[in-house]
């Protein structure tokens, strides 16, 4: 064999060595996460599938868990990035230095994912999630300040809730929308009650997306009264559905599964037409409060379609009210003033719903193009045996009466309800004693029982019909 054979095979072989070691550290940086040094999402799952695999027997036991940081964005930005890197960087340190057997990986922004090890019985599990929150809720000390964050586990047990990757991080990740919306700082496992939770929104999302919503979507009002005399001075209109399969289905259900599926405007757009439709025939002093959901108010591109439907429908839109929450607000202040601002610019006016249950209500008024308040029943419910809240309710019509705003006082359902409030002050009032919600139909006939009261051009003369509650 010649000296110049036995070099290229030298060669060829350090290079399919090198190759090889190449191809090992890019699998090992492929698995990794570059900020923190843990496994990364992919490795995870890699790791979740293995488990699975390895229990042949369906003896073993584990749970996954993710973790969700609380709090972390305002610290990313009042500090910038890299505080929150370091940030990220120390909850990984201590998370992989905690003594509980835990297999920890870094899923991607501030979300950990977890293996918890063992087993463990739902007890321990919850035990051990919850010690993993407090652990994380210690203070951090930073350069130059201390980070306070906390965090919120989701837990899913193998093989109980799950015995496939998908249903173990699907159900684990669900447990966690849970914590967060009611439990915020501990840990929930999954369980048979979230599970029907879910058949419950798959079929209401699957509805959803094949419903006839000219057929299945209507509006019932709810009219609003002057607290002195009863008389009617307009009305909330209210969303309803009725499915074929499902039959009535609470707005709050189908409106938050309308928001997760894309299909929110159309079905605000399919109310909004119905309800300038029927509301046309009353009595033109009275005003109709529409409903818009954060979705709704969250572009421009939206607020424009719905000015165009209130144009076209010939609609006096200063008798068109529409109503927000302060949770639609959270996302963007910025951006809901200037939406709202589109809506003023119709000549219609805007009322801020369940005023009083939110941190910033008073913001809020200051910074929004706001015309009415709604007062939550919350405080109505209370008043009769509670003086604070006598002086709440008090308080806030003197507010609205300083800023010239109308004021409304939700839920009111008995007589001495309206006799604590007619001992406060003028206002208007929505609730049971008055009117429940009731169709366009019914509604005419209920506006024929005010034929002194209410100044009218002309108010068709119809049958009753049932309302459909």
Known sequence: MSVELISNQSALRKSVSEANELGKENEKLANLDSLTGLPNRRRFLTELGQRIADDT??????????????GFKPINDIYGHIAGDRLLGKVAERLSNSDRDLFVARLGGDEFGLILEGNLTDSEILSLGNFIC?????????????????GTIGIAKFPDSGRTEKQLFERSDYALYVAKECQKGTAVMFSEEHQAEINETTGILRELQGANFDEEFYVEYQFVVDSATGTPV?????????NPILGKVSPTDFIKNAEKSGIVNKITETL??????EVSHWPEDLF???NLSAHDIGSSHNIRRLTEIVRDSGFPPERLTFEITETSLLRDLNRAHDTLQMLKGLGSKIALDDFGTGYSSLSYV????????????????????????????????????????DCIIEGVEKESQLSALQGIGSMHIQGYLFSKPML??????????????????HIPLVEPSVANW
Not at 272 to 277: D, I
Request: hydrophobic letters at 40%; one cysteine or more.
């Open 288 to 290: 109709v409060s529409f």
């Open 272 to 277: 909004l037409k119905k309800t300038l439709s």
């Open 440 to 457: 366009g139909r019914d509604a005419l006939t209920y506006l024929q029982m005010f034929p002194n009261e209410i100044h009218e051009n």
């Open 57 to 70: 027997g369906g003896n073993e036991s584990f749970s996954v868990g993710i973790l969700d940081l609380d």
């Open 234 to 242: 307009g009305a909330e209109a209210l969303a309803r559905w009725t």
């Open 366 to 405: 200051q910074a929004l193009p706001i015309d009415k308040l709604k007062i939550d029943r919350s405080f109505l419910d209370k008043m009769e045996t509670c003086q604070t809240s006598q002086a709440v309710i008090k308080t806030i019509l003197e507010l609205c009466e300083n800023l010239k705003l």
């Open 134 to 150: 407090s652990t994380v809720g210690v203070p951090f000390e930073m350069d130059g300040f201390t980070a306070n964050v906390g």
